[in-house]
């Protein structure tokens, strides 16, 4: 089995292959029968009416009007989950025939109807074979599935009121419809195609989604090239400033430490000046005081 496909039709609860798929809003899938049993371990009384997904915690709440037993019934089929794991027991030939399994039998399918994508057993071939409707099938045997494609092997869900395949969709009512649907409860919808033009559509919306996606990726780029190139230059620009304020700083100081010498110079000189003024005073204060005291003894 493929790995990528494991979390697709496993049970989030018993690690084995689904059975009877269902679908919590999170879209975690768990087995009916795991889920029920799931809800009767952590749920003790009827008054709650809210259920925590196993996996990711997320919360469920169920309407007032379903009782606890029957909140797995609730959840909704995971169709897809169906559909692959079908797929898989085609390629093993681990099938029931189809037509029984609607009788209420259980038989083995030995043949594959391509027309109807259907698997029958020996008894249904038969049948199938000799009906107007189906007498011109291609039937092939069942063990010839196994080296084809998965997707070739999936078998679309039928329109559950009238069984019908789902070839149309409906724009106004956002659903699949088949051609009975269309002719009754959507004959007045304005807007219903056949599934392959809904298909092309949804291929050309994706086609433009992905040119505006990678156009934005682009310019996202582009963007991220600027600011990383703006971020280098800014860096660039950091270190210039750094050095221009220090070499200012530099011629400041030079400035100031020849301002300084100079004031300390002229300092120096007016001290000196008004040192030698003061030694002349002194010395002729001196020399008076001598003279005086001469004549005074005398």
């Known amino acids: 089995m493929d790995t990528e496909l494991k979390p697709l039709i496993h049970c989030g609860l018993c690690k084995t292959t689904l059975k009877d798929p269902r679908n919590l809003p999170c879209l975690h899938t768990f087995c009916r029968s795991c889920i029920d049993d799931d809800i009767k371990k952590r749920n003790k009384s009827e008054t709650s009416r809210t259920y925590y997904c196993p996996i990711c915690s997320r919360v469920t709440k169920f309407p007032n009007d379903v009782t606890m037993k029957h909140w797995g019934e609730h959840l909704p089929q995971n169709k897809l ?100 649907c269309k002719a009754s409860t959507h004959r007045s919808c304005k807007s219903v195609f056949l599934v392959s033009v809904h298909a092309e559509r949804i291929r050309n919306d994706s086609k433009t989604l992905a040119h505006s996606l990678g ?30 304020i220090m070499s200012v700083r530099g011629k400041i100081n030079d400035i100031l430490t020849k301002y300084e010498n100079q004031c300390l110079k002229e300092v120096d000189d007016i001290c000196l000046k008004e040192k030698q003024v003061l030694d002349t005073d002194v010395q002729g204060v001196q020399e008076f005081i001598t003279r005086h005291t001469t004549c005074t003894v005398f």
């Open 215 to 244: 156009q934005h990726e682009r310019n996202a780029k582009i963007l991220l090239e600027n600011r990383e190139s703006e971020k280098e230059m800014l860096e660039v620009t950091k270190s210039k400033l750094k050095e221009q």
């Open 81 to 180: 989950a169906s559909n692959v794991i079908d797929g898989y027991n085609l390629k093993t030939g681990k099938v029931n025939c189809k037509p029984c399994n609607r009788k209420q039998k259980s038989a083995p399918a030995t043949q594959w109807c391509i027309k109807c994508k259907e698997p029958l057993c020996d008894a249904c071939v038969e049948s199938h074979s000799s009906f107007k409707t189906t007498m011109g099938h291609e039937i092939t045997d069942l063990a010839k599935l196994k080296n084809q494609p998965l997707k070739e092997l999936l078998i679309p869900p039928p329109c559950e009121e009238h069984q019908e395949d789902l070839d149309h969709y409906c724009y106004d009512h956002k659903e699949f419809v088949c051609n009975s």
